[in-house]
């Protein structure tokens, strides 16, 4: 059985940092695409900042150069370091871990946690 468990969020200023862990069982980060989604009040749930198995990372526009995707393979944790906090930023986040299967693939989630950022 997969799990994946969010740790890390809360409310911060703007301007503040956070750092967000995606602890994994059941499923390998190493061996598997990871990513972090966010959801805010009214809106669809948007891809913040992916990785893939081998490594390579991709962000969001909106993110960029603010937000570092990383993982930790002992650890098999993954995580999101968030500078510079927006209260644009401010939303439910999600982990995801995507596995390959046969021609198609598997999404799991994880709970969500949230990050308030204010102004």
């Known amino acids: 059985q997969v799990q994946l468990v969010e740790s890390g969020g809360g409310l911060v200023q703007a301007g503040g940092s956070l750092r967000l862990s995606c602890a994994a069982s059941g499923i390998t980060f190493r061996l598997n695409a990871g990513a972090w989604y966010r959801q805010a009040p009214g809106k669809q749930r948007e891809l913040v900042a992916g990785?893939?198995?081998?490594?390579?990372?991709n962000y969001a526009d909106s993110v960029k150069g603010r937000f570092t995707i990383s993982r930790d393979n002992a650890k098999n944790t993954m995580y999101l370091q968030m500078n510079s906090l927006k209260p644009e930023d401010t939303a439910v986040y999600y982990c995801n871990a995507n596995r390959v299967v046969g021609v198609g693939f598997v999404n799991y989630w994880g709970q969500g946690t949230q990050v308030t950022v204010s102004s």
């Open positions: 990785m893939s198995a081998a490594g390579s990372t």
